[in-house]
């Protein structure tokens, strides 16, 4: 499952249904996740990939602190 905090919503998406598959790096991610959500690429640049444990991605704004 990929789990994506953009824009103020949350969307949880099948990893076959954008096309994610095991070992892809972070950059190719987003360009898959940005093309879901119809937004240039660039627009991800600032968020990051979260790996779980249980093998699903959470793709979020970089959390800055303090």
């Not at 824009?7 to 879901?36: C, F, P, Q, Y």
Request: no cysteine; charged share 30%; net charge neutral.
């Amino acid at each position: 499952m990929v789990h994506i905090r953009y824009a103020g919503r949350s969307l949880d998406i099948r990893e076959k249904d954008i096309e994610i598959t095991a070992g892809m790096n972070d950059n190719d991610i987003k360009a898959r996740v940005a093309h879901h959500l119809d937004v240039a690429p660039d627009r991800l640049r600032g968020y990051i990939v979260d790996r779980a444990p249980n093998g699903n991605l959470i793709i979020r704004p970089e959390a800055v602190y303090g």
